[in-house]
Nanobody, 114 residues
Framework: QVQLVESGGGLVQPGGSLELSCASS????????MGWYRQAPGKERELVAH???????FYADDVKGRFTISRDNAKNIVYLRMNSLESDDSAIYYC????????WGQGTQVTVSS
């Protein structure tokens, strides 16, 4: 079974930074478009950032300029670098293919609070 493993979340103060990682032993990320999603309590899961096999990136408007999605092909890891974090960024973060085509992983909790 395909498994996506997210890590790197934690508690950070407003204005701080975190880097999330997504790993898989079954999916070769360089051959697949991948995205980072998040779900806050009481809200639907939303796409935050997306990277294509060619390296093109897309960002949701509210994270543009603050978040960066990248991929390390040698390590087969997709990263999400998050800077200037705000309380509204608090959520569980997940990685997946477009439209959530793979089974969702456990996600990693990001809490932005002073």
């Amino acid at each position: 079974q395909v498994q996506l493993v997210e890590s790197g979340g934690g508690l950070v103060q407003p204005g701080g930074s975190l880097e999330l990682s997504c790993a898989s032993s079954r999916i070769i990320f360089s051959m697949n478009d991948m995205g980072w999603y998040r779900q806050a309590p009481g809200k639907e899961r939303e796409l935050v950032a997306h990277i294509t096999t060619g390296g093109s990136t897309f960002y949701a408007d509210d994270v543009k300029g603050r978040f960066t999605i990248s991929r390390d092909n040698a390590k087969n890891i997709v990263y999400l670098r998050m800077n200037s974090l705000e309380s509204d960024d608090s959520a569980i973060y997940y990685c997946n293919k477009p439209f959530g085509r793979l089974p969702w992983g456990q996600g990693t909790q990001v809490t932005v609070s002073s």
